[in-house]
Nanobody
Framework: VQLQASGGGLVQAGGSLRLSCAAS????????IGWYRQAHGKQRELVAA???????NYADSVKGRFTISRDNAKNTVYLQMNSLKPEDTAVYYC????????WGKGTLVTVSS
């Protein structure tokens, strides 16, 4: 399984970005995809996840602002991020979880105040 994350960039506080995680390979082998982020000097944390069945869960810090969704035809998971705050600044990674775990390269999100 290979994961390609994209969509990061620089945005002002209050703005929006949409991240994409495109999966290729044996995509049937995992149970879902999660978005994680790691801010400078901090541990990586789960932001949102979506299972193969469509169940979602979110970190409390992003509930009501971020939405995770998937397009099965494109093997792509999206993270729509609205009302961005400076504290959302981080490198965002997507992870495919199941019997094994796969990580994609991160995409940097910078939110200016």
């Amino acid at each position: 399984v290979q994961l390609q994350a994209s969509g990061g960039g620089l945005v002002q506080a209050g703005g929006s970005l949409r991240l994409s995680c495109a999966a290729s390979g044996s995509t049937f082998s995992f149970n879902g995809i999660g978005w994680y982020r790691q801010a400078h000097g901090k541990q990586r944390e789960l932001v949102a996840a979506i299972s193969s069945g469509g169940s979602t869960n979110y970190a409390d810090s992003v509930k009501g602002r971020f939405t995770i969704s998937r397009d099965n035809a494109k093997n792509t998971v999206y993270l729509q991020m609205n009302s961005l705050k400076p504290e959302d600044t981080a490198v965002y990674y997507c992870n495919a979880y199941g019997a094994e775990s796969y990580w994609g390269k991160g995409t940097l999100v910078t939110v200016s105040s």
